[in-house]
């Protein structure tokens, strides 16, 4: 079973910057895909950046060039580094891991605020 412990969330005031961090442990399968999702109040949860173990990454067109998504292989930690933050980015931001068996996890969440 694949634990993944999220960290860096807070409030922050728009135009802002935040850096989320996902530590995955446990598990017997190598862990491909990490990514990140969010969910605002009475919204579907969405993809807001995924990275595979290659370092291949894709965005959604709400955060390209403003979020950047990274990871640590050997630490099998994703992190997501959110720039120029607008009210519209508040959620919960949520990390998910798939690893090579297809099996997948998720975080708990952690809030990101941004006031206007």
């Known amino acids: 079973q694949v634990q993944l412990v999220e960290s860096g969330g807070g409030l922050v005031q728009a135009g802002g910057s935040l850096r989320l961090s996902c530590a995955a442990s446990?598990?017997?399968?190598?862990?491909?895909?990490m990514g990140w999702y969010r969910q605002a109040p009475g919204k579907q949860r969405e993809l807001v950046a995924t990275i595979t173990s290659a370092g291949s990454t894709n965005y959604a067109d709400t955060v390209k060039g403003r979020f950047t998504i990274s990871r640590d292989n050997a630490k099998n930690t994703v992190y997501l580094q959110m720039a120029s933050l607008k009210p519209e980015d508040t959620a919960v931001y949520y990390c998910?891991?798939?690893?090579?068996?297809?099996?997948?996890?998720w975080g708990q969440g952690t809030q990101v605020t941004v006031s206007s």
């Open positions: 446990g598990g017997f399968f190598t862990i491909n895909l």
């Open positions: 998910r891991a798939t690893n090579v068996v297809y099996e997948l996890y």
